[in-house]
């Protein structure tokens, strides 16, 4: 059993229930087997849960980004003037504009990704909601002022771009609404997108054709008067008190109650983590965009004028931005090492099924042999006129062939034993002398000739220890019939006691003058099944070593082993010295 073939029978492969923050209850194995069939997202949906931000972080940002908010809509109030507002550069504001277009769509990216069994549903909402806010400010910010081609402005037309921002709002907060408020979200199939899908197109086409209808008298009331655009108020510091109708503040006050409603139930969601903490936040951004939206309205393509509720915008911008693209390399970090987990745990189980073969063989040669000899002998002892010297012989061996069965059954035994949760070694106070006679008597019975010697070194005989003497013996009798087996006839074997590293201690050793153990297979010598690169030369199946191992845990110890002084190899183990 010295020097040992690299085993991974003797690793636990039992499934593993919980990875790196998973909340799983299939094993990793399985998970792992299901990537190829349900794709990343399956994956991505549960590692989510696992955020650093899912717990802790969230509810004092989120508290704070909402006090700062709404103080700031307070004083805006309090001081008559509403809102923020600035002139700035075209290009800027385009720039702003096809920022926040991009990062609705990645966010949108993002959630499906992470859409899979389980909140999958719940995230496709959210989803379709990020597209319909960045396909509204595509289609009504970009595109119609191209098909249309005029840059006068008029009220009628400011108006028209009002009710595309709420309608595309609206839209978009419904959906938020229904993806993070229940606590069963619908489900999301085909018919659902078909359904956004043509409400969408119905709503923009009526919405296009804004003018069209208005000798048709299907125009809605209008939602500001006295202006024609928000940058000639911006100059005049004309407050909007004076031109904002109350259809526009019943109208306003729905997007404004689904994105706050929207956000209470992305932080519960967040609470009981279920979503990262950039969600909430990046809806508790616009819900506060959609408060200041209503004191200072803008619209769609306005090219010069910037307020609060376009910072706000911007600012869920950058956090979906940020937030998906962390949560995105967390996840893929996180995916990769499962991965490289699962690859490991193949070329592991591989190698078991190679061993497992192995070891058949080796078991079917250790009781193949004497069950040969057995046989031979009691045919030659089944005929008349044997020679009495002979048959004597032929008793013995058939005893010594038969106790080798009896060896290996019992190691086998005793390795289901020791491995079993509730085994637990039988402790109680014995003496040293005690202890280390039963294995002295073993090791002079040998069949090899070795000098063999007991030394205690610091310790005495009577001194006593903690232990399981049954146990305890079975780890010595299995040390020093390998120190016996490999060493070479007349090389001595020594069996010493000596005080522990640490205090409280007394250390037991075996040591011998053998071949010792190759370096590259001292870190897998104790492995279930092991065979060193000699073990086709030896007998035994890999057991001895193992079960001592485990049988040292048992006592709080470790089974060790180094390289001896004058060459070999040196076992060892503690024991808990008994307080005197």
Sequence with gaps: MRGVRKDAMSRDLRPVRRISGFRSEKPAATLCRSWPRAGVARFLVRSVRSSNVARGRFPVAGSVLAGLIVAWAIANLANGWFGFAALVPVGL????????????????????????????GRLRWVACGFVVLGLGQLLFGYLEPILEGDATSTAADLNESLYEMLFVRTLAGALFVVGLVPNEAPRFSSRTVGGVLL?????SAYLLGYESLEGLRL???????????????????????????????????????LAVVAAVGAAVRNRRAEIGGWLPLAIILLAGSELHDAMWPSTYGSPVLMNTADLLRLAMAGVVAVGGALEL????????????????????????????????????????????????????????GLDP?????ALATIVKETDALDSLVADVQSV???????????????????LLSGAAAHARALPRLHPFGVEFEGVTEDEEAIADPARVGQVLRNLLSNAAR????????????????????????????????????????????????DGEQTSGVGLGLYLSRRIARAHGSELTVRPGPGGGSVFAFELERRAR
Excluded: C, Q
């Design 93 to 120: 504001r385009g720039g702003e504009e096809a920022a926040s277009v991009l990062v609705r769509f990645f966010a949108a990216l993002v959630l499906a990704l992470f859409a899979a069994a389980g909140i999958g």
């Design 199 to 203: 409400l969408g197109v119905l709503g």
């Design 219 to 257: 125009v809605p009331p209008p939602l500001v008067v006295g202006i024609d655009s928000f940058e000639e108020a911006a100059r005049l510091r004309i407050a909007p008190l004076s031109w904002l109708t109350p259809w526009h503040w019943a109208l306003a006050v729905v997007p404004i109650g």
């Design 329 to 384: 390399r967390r996840v893929a970090s996180e995916r990769a090492a499962l991965l490289a987990a699962e690859r490991e745990r193949n070329r592991r189980l591989d190698e078991l099924a190679v061993l497992k073969a192995d070891f058949t063989a080796m078991v079917a040669h250790e009781l193949g042999h004497p069950l040969s000899a057995v046989r031979r002998l009691a045919e030659m002892l089944s005929r008349d």
């Design 389 to 393: 010297d002979l048959r004597a012989k």
């Design 416 to 434: 289901a034993a020791v491995e079993r949760d509730d085994f637990r070694a039988e402790l109680r106070p014995v003496a040293l002398g005690a």
């Design 486 to 533: 490999y060493s070479p006839d007349g090389a001595p074997i020594s069996l010493r006691a000596l005080p522990g590293e640490t205090p409280g201690r007394v250390r037991v050793e075996v040591a011998d003058r053998g071949p010792g153990i190759r370096p590259d297979d001292a870190a897998h010598v104790f492995e279930k099944f092991g065979r060193g690169g």
